[in-house]
């Protein structure tokens, strides 16, 4: 048996440069964190050959290509098995849909548990490259690379998305005390609302690779807010980063109409009047977590509470995409 868990994310800053319809063109850049919830793979092999498949649904086919699961399908077939005999389940501890790169966090950990159970060694950028293979090249799906690289590296982590498809990792240069800062303030609420990003994302795609002004200066404009968060936590300046987050929250909504909604931006108001610095959705947006900086905590938290938000507390993961049983 093989077990293999792979860690969820927030991202600090620069969130949407990450997609190839920008970086190709103009090069991403983004810090983005793991967390303490994870996505879990178990691989064993059946007696038959078959492929058994348990998540939200339960399959039992005879060939790769009569699999549903499309993630679960192409990566099997990137196996080349010849007679498979595999039986795979998943399981999370965060719904998907909820804007902490479930599927980029699944993906990663499904490539590592598959090659481990054919006893190949994978390093953390080669696990990454392959799940974006799946979910970018073969899937055509409109998602950008954060979420496989921060699942599979782990930690706080700087990506820089260069043109030619390249990524450079580097773990952000924070002091322990600011480490414990942005463990502390960091708060975590859960909005109720799960969605698909596909159409928010698709929209960008399609204006980035149309070389729409507006959506090409607001990403560009956001780079910058990545580059400018860095140097805030580097600096141990968190009060700012907190403000940093609040203008990229404004920027973030203006790239889609579905991004946000009336009762999302209640909420977040009412956080800002409640201690937040500065706040916004984890993700693509429309739904899933609203993350906040703030310095007070027990107020922030008491507010939340009030309007009927549940908090997700959490650690970070400096361990990345890992075979737990082998």
Known sequence: MIITRSPLRITLGGGGTDLPSYYEKFGGFLVAAAIDRYVY?????????????KYSDIEHVKSVDEIRHPIMREALRMQNLRTPQIEITTLADIPAGTG????GSFTTALV?????HRRRLLHASEVARLACEIEIDRLQEPVGKQDQYIAAYGGITCFEFHPDGRVDARPLAISMDTLWDLEDNLLLFFTGFSRSASSILQEQKERSQQLDDEMLANLHYVKDLGIRSQRALETGDCA???ELMHEHWEHKKRR???MSNPQIDDWYELGRRNGAIGG???GAGGGGFLLFYTEDRKRLRQAMARAGLEEVRFRYDFEGTKVLLD
């Open 41 to 53: 793979v178990t691989i064993t092999r059946p007696f038959a050959p078959s492929i058994h498949l």
């Open 100 to 103: 902490l790169g479930s599927s």
């Open 112 to 116: 590592k548990a598959l090659h481990a």
């Open 240 to 242: 700012q980063f907190g």
């Open 256 to 258: 889609s109409k579905e």
């Open 280 to 282: 916004k959705l984890v």
